[in-house]
């Protein structure tokens, strides 16, 4: 079996995926992509907060975020293998919708834990190829996974993979917490309804290692189910955040919320 990526972004095959050669293939594939990894700020543009201040645009010689991409896969209730692939991007000025691809296609690989990015990243890195093709003028600088980066069993989700494949920052935005370095919903659920973090909107996600893996969010006041944001790549946990933050109007971030209405 040769390399599956970066060469051919094509999906390993079913048969590989139940052999035990298969799954050493994937780990090791994974490894590779993952000591690719940038996880501090690596882009050219400064972050929304910035938008208003022209003299600092002026002075470091970055112009502002202009374009928010969000992906999402969905699949078929009827037939599982079917799904249904959609990238958005927004303005960031406006955070109106200024583009929308998609694709239905027929997937070939089974999910897996902790390999979900062999199953869906093909898919979605064709829809950033075929904008980036047909649509140049609207390729996103940033994009939302629905999905993890770091926050994952193995420190890999699929932000960070489609993130090192697309050579682009990626944002990981997940609805659900992986229990990871001893992290777990009970223990994330009572740090939330402490008094003293009553307050907060974000709370940090910290292993038992030490390690912070992503935040937690709460951006409505009142809402008591979060959303985890954990770094993909080419971009620092702290930009993450305040990217999200500047996108969220509602509990689910803009981007993610508009690619999930285009499905």
């Known amino acids: 079996m040769g390399q599956v990526y970066p060469q051919n972004h094509s999906p390993i095959k079913r048969s590989q995926f139940t052999s035990h050669a298969g799954f050493f293939l994937c780990c090791?594939?994974?490894?590779?992509?993952?000591?690719?990894?940038i996880l501090e700020d690596d882009f050219g543009?400064?972050?929304?907060?910035m938008?208003?201040?022209?003299?600092?645009?002026?002075?470091n010689n970055k112009g502002n975020l202009k374009y928010i991409g969000g992906v999402d896969i969905s699949f078929s209730k009827e037939d599982p293998s079917t799904a249904c692939a959609a990238?958005?991007?927004?303005?960031?000025?406006?955070?109106?919708?200024?583009?929308?691809?998609f694709d239905v296609v027929r997937l070939q690989v089974p999910y897996i834990p902790g390999f979900l990015a062999f199953r869906e990243a093909p898919i979605l890195l064709g829809l950033l190829e075929k904008?980036?093709?047909n649509n140049q003028h609207f390729y996103p600088q940033v994009l939302m996974v629905d999905g993890n980066g770091l926050l994952h069993p193995r420190g890999f989700g699929l932000a960070c993979h489609l993130g090192v494949l697309a050579d682009l920052p990626t944002i990981g935005v997940g609805k659900n917490l992986h229990h990871v370095d001893g992290l777990n919903q009970s223990e994330l659920r009572r740090q939330l309804e402490a008094k003293e973090n009553c307050n907060k909107e974000l709370i940090l996600l910290t292993g038992q290692s030490g390690t912070t893996w992503g935040a937690a969010m709460c951006s409505c006041p009142g809402l008591s189910k979060p959303i985890y944001i954990s770094v993909g790549h080419r971009i620092s946990l702290d930009s993450a955040i305040g990217i999200v933050k500047f996108c969220s109007n509602y509990r689910i971030p803009e981007p993610i919320r508009q690619v999930e209405f285009c499905k």
């Open 131 to 133: 904008m980036k093709t």
């Open 87 to 101: 990238l958005v991007v927004l303005d960031a000025g406006t955070l109106e919708v200024v583009h929308e691809e």
């Open 45 to 49: 543009w400064n972050l929304p907060s």
């Open 28 to 37: 090791r594939t994974q490894d590779m992509l993952k000591s690719k990894l």
């Open 51 to 59: 938008g208003s201040n022209s003299d600092q645009s002026n002075a």
